[in-house]
């Protein structure tokens, strides 16, 4: 049953564009089915894995860890991406450290049964690689974000990128340690910033939700120009 499942999500990834059913079926029985609860480690940075993986449901964040315990969320992993092309292809160890933040059920792909498939399909080969290149390309931005930008544009802008209309939902996890963390920076200056920016009341905070009040000016925080 949970092999017809995968099956039916194969023949919608673009990544496997172009597979006929025998190839996708015998890649969907290679599979292998793990379910992670919340604050799971899903994999460790230096880790060798020999899987690509494809997240069914929940929520995932792939994070960079220092020597002294500060964190660097890289990106989140929503339901339906694929994650770990470089430990499949490069064979390489991880680069960083994936985390559930909500209870999470995850398809492990194993590498040689992708191989089989990208000797069969070469294609399958080339549009992997272009999946890879979109996350570099959200990693160059992340780069110059924390570079050249100061923490209150990067909150600025990431609520601007959040919004569903002018409100943000939050999540379980979404508390200030975790977005500071995604940030770039301590929970403390984080505090700081959402109590400027509601004082000027550009945003509104409760527990369930962020409103954005004034977007001219939240987007001016982000050094965006008004489109």
Request: no cysteine; proline share 2%; glycine share 4%.
């Amino acid at each position: 049953m949970q092999t017809d499942i995968l099956l039916k999500r194969f023949r919608d990834f673009e990544f496997l564009r172009g597979l006929d059913d025998a190839a996708l079926l015998r890649l969907a029985k290679s599979a292998e089915w793990k379910v992670f609860p919340v604050n799971a480690v899903v994999f460790w940075e230096g880790d060798l894995e020999s899987n690509l993986y494809y997240l069914h449901y929940g929520l995932l964040k792939i994070l960079k860890s220092s020597a002294d315990g500060r964190e660097q969320v890289l990106r989140f992993i929503d339901a339906g991406e694929i994650f770990n092309e470089i430990g499949v292809l490069a064979k390489r160890a991880n680069p960083a450290t994936a985390i559930a933040l909500e209870e999470s059920g995850v398809w492990l792909l194993p590498r040689q049964a992708l191989e089989a498939v990208i000797l069969a399909h070469p294609q399958t080969a080339l549009q992997i690689i272009e999946n890879m290149a979109d996350k570099i390309i959200g990693l160059v931005t992340l780069a110059a974000d924390l570079s050249l930008k100061t923490v209150e544009a990067r909150f600025a802008k990431l609520l601007l990128d959040q919004a569903e209309g002018d409100v943000i939902k939050r999540r379980r996890w979404t508390n200030q340690t975790e977005l500071a963390a995604h940030l770039g920076a301590v929970p403390d200056v984080l505090s700081r910033i959402i109590r400027e920016l509601t004082k000027a009341k550009l945003i509104e905070v409760d527990k369930q939700h962020i409103r954005i009040l004034d977007r001219a000016g939240l987007m001016a925080r982000a050094m965006l120009q008004d489109e």
